[in-house]
């Protein structure tokens, strides 16, 4: 895996961390599960209902995702800690999550990177995605990255009334 470096150089004063992407190893499902949890908390609680919060934190969706799915995921370090996290199935990016303390730093860019190219690589000519409307901080992101708004439909995974958009960016 290469090593990207985060590009802070909109942030004032602030150096660039260097950032290492690679697979997710065991080790790292604790920080994994720590950065799921804030994203949970900061990101969708707000925007779901309580009983779609209550659900997801009582059956701990992102501790099994974790569990189940981890080693097939990117992390994204700084100073060796886990800063963010990727994964995707074929062309389709199912989560890209990044702590709370290193958002804004590039580490969201150093893990697209890795992972677009692994998708190419495995023969895809597209990538594909999704986020909440709501959600206008990841919109303006991934179209940033060059990804184009291909719909809009509901979003029937939080039973909250939120409208997923879909992205896509071929290569």
Known sequence: ???????????EGVKAPEVVVRPATEADFPAMKRI???????????????????????????GRF???????????????????????????????HVGTRHQRLGIGRALMIETEKAIRDAGHGQVRLETDSFN???????????????????????????????FEKKF
């Open 66 to 96: 974790v569990e189940e799915q981890g080693l097939d995921f990117l992390v994204a370090t700084v100073d060796g800690d886990v800063a963010g996290l990727v994964s995707w199935q074929d062309d389709f990016i199912d989560a890209l």
């Open 136 to 166: 206008q901080q990841s919109q303006g992101f991934y179209k940033a990255l060059g990804y184009k708004e291909t719909g809009r439909y509901p979003d029937l995974e939080w039973e909250s009334d939120l409208t997923t958009v879909a």
């Open 36 to 62: 799921l949890s804030e994203t949970f908390a900061s990101t969708w609680q707000p925007e779901i209902t309580a009983e779609a919060a209550r659900r997801y934190l009582e059956t701990d969706v992102g």
């Open 1 to 11: 895996m290469e090593m990207a470096t985060g590009d802070a150089s909109h942030r």
